[in-house]
């Protein structure tokens, strides 16, 4: 079974300028989640989606994040304008459905974003 | 802010023994799940305990439950090289919101 696959792996980029992360989850999962970790921290929740509807992003910053998962598969996360405090591991994941009852989720290898 | 809270920070030990980290949460849970994070990696589920459930095996891995103290245990025994990576506990905060803790960094030296 192939797992969430992530791009890019890395990205450095100047501040102000934009990003946008790719991800494709696990066939079949209809739960997809974003989340930042910040180095030396547990990951935060950005965003939660249920098929093509958005759940959960109350700790998205909405002025410079946002997200789509057209079509209910694959998801974009786009930031712009980027700042200092942005660098961080960008993680997709998914569960078949949301982790309430105890799915589990699957996570992505995460791309790295660094701003300078 | 963030539900569950691991402990130590930081674990060093020789290879063969046994590592312990603990979690403490705070508000009810109908279920915990540990997972590790390899460096550069994204992160792995290692086992989930319902809150009916007072303790859970799976290989070397150890999970208690406490929900009295509203605490879980991860145990490692015959710890090795491999297992060197950080540890989270997550613990839904609501029916679909899973939160995670800053993680316990545990180092195996040969």
């Known amino acids: 079974e192939a797992g969430v696959a992530q791009s890019p792996r890395y990205k450095i980029i100047e501040k102000r300028q934009s990003v946008a992360f790719w991800c494709n989850p696990i066939s079949g999962h209809a739960t997809l989640y974003w989340y930042q970790q910040i180095l030396g921290q547990g990951p935060k929740l950005l965003i939660q989606f249920q098929n093509n509807g958005v759940v959960d992003d109350s700790q998205l910053p909405k002025d410079r994040f946002s997200a789509e998962r057209l079509k209910g598969v694959d998801s974009t996360l786009k930031i712009q304008p980027a700042k200092l405090e942005d660098s961080a591991v960008y993680l997709c994941?998914?569960?078949?459905?949301?982790?309430?009852?105890?799915?589990?989720?699957?996570f992505g290898e995460g791309s790295w974003l660094t701003v300078v | 802010s963030q539900q569950g809270e691991e402990d130590p920070q930081a674990l060093s030990i020789q290879e063969g023994e046994n590592a312990t980290m603990n979690c403490s949460y705070k508000?009810?849970?109908?279920?915990l799940q540990w997972y590790r994070q390899n460096s550069g990696r994204g992160l792995v589920h290692l086992i989930l305990?319902?809150?009916?459930?007072r303790e859970k095996h799976s290989g070397r891995l150890r999970v208690t439950l406490d929900t009295s103290k509203k605490s879980s245990s991860l145990l490692i025994t015959a710890s090795r090289a491999a297992d060197t990576a950080s540890y989270f506990c997550a613990t839904p905060s609501n029916d679909y919101k899973l939160s995670f803790g800053a993680g316990t960094t545990v180092t195996v030296r040969a």
């Open positions: 305990i319902r809150s009916n459930e």
């Open positions: 508000t009810s849970i109908n279920n």
């Open positions: 994941a998914s569960s078949l459905v949301g982790t309430g009852m105890g799915n589990t989720i699957y």
